[in-house]
């Protein structure tokens, strides 16, 4: 007869996400995750198949905890001024999820950029994609900029974006006011 869970999933990937975004894919060892999450290594294993498994449900328990934030992106009709409000929102996330700072996507991207890890690399990849799909969509709203000039600035943003998301680790809140007006000063 097969044992029944004495926890909730849900519960512990929250605990597993923090461990991650507070410390990177690395330097989270199984050890670690045992004791955040209140679980012992068999349960890890027989729930999430390895720590690869847990941190891809925490990828995805921090998408749906971010999801309002790229709705109301994809949602708006104001142009460049979606995005730029979904820069200032993206600063607001990490401190409703919880006490953290930086986005744990962009953690992640950075991490991973050198990694042999295929799937978690397509992850990363997927999403700034998708993150860069939607600025497209959204500078094409002006129609005297040619499709050059939207690529151009679609990979700025995303690039900004990225760095907002270290910055907000580290920089006061006026300085990152300032980089985001300055950012969309010329846009």
Sequence with gaps: ?????????QEVIEKAMSLFWRNG????????????????????????GSKQGVFLESLKCYKSKVHSIFEKLQQGTDGVND????????????TKIGDHKGCLLTNTYNEFADNEDQLIKEQMEDFMNNLKAIFIQKLSKNSSKDATTIEKQANYLLLAKHGLAAASRVNTAKEIEDYIEMTFSKL
């Design 25 to 48: 894919y690395e330097n989270t060892s199984v050890r670690m995750l045992e004791k955040e999450m209140g679980i012992n290594q068999f349960s890890i294993y027989s729930s999430f």
């Design 83 to 94: 995005i730029k409000t979904f820069f200032y929102d993206s600063l607001e996330a990490p």
């Design 1 to 9: 007869m097969a044992r029944t869970k004495q926890y909730n999933e």
